[in-house]
């Protein structure tokens, strides 16, 4: 079964910092980019970071430029996005997905192979 698995979620202060990670199940994520969406309550899914295949070049929404990082680790399987000075408005569940590049990644209907998503809640 192809999928991918995000973990690191949790409830956080502002200010504070989390790492997720997207790990990849059944198939190996050498040849993919791989894209971080949030969606909060009401509110349409989002494109946060995308991170290429090709030479790991990635993405930033102007919303968390500076604050997160996106890396993959290849040997592992996985990525991972370190959100650094979190905000109430990053309250979301967070996903990742895959795609053969991030031209789109402001779309994630480009997207596949989507996990379950990891629950992140910023709050005092």
């Known amino acids: 079964q192809l999928q991918l698995v995000e973990s690191g979620g949790g409830l956080v202060q502002p200010g504070g910092s989390l790492r997720l990670s997207c790990a990849a199940s059944?198939?190996?994520?050498?040849?993919?980019?791989i894209g971080w969406f949030r969606q909060a309550p009401g509110k349409e899914r989002e494109g946060v970071s995308c991170?290429?295949?090709?030479?790991?070049?990635?993405a930033y929404a102007d919303f968390v430029k500076g604050r997160f990082t996106l890396s993959r680790d290849n040997a592992k399987n996985t990525a991972y996005l370190q959100m650094n000075s979190l905000k109430p408005e990053d309250t979301a569940v967070y996903y990742c997905a895959v795609d053969r590049h991030c031209r789109y990644y402001t779309d994630y209907e480009h997207f596949y192979y989507w996990g379950q998503g990891t629950q992140v809640t910023v709050s005092s």
């Open positions: 059944g198939f190996t994520l050498d040849y993919y980019a």
């Open positions: 991170i290429s295949w090709r030479d790991n070049s990635t």
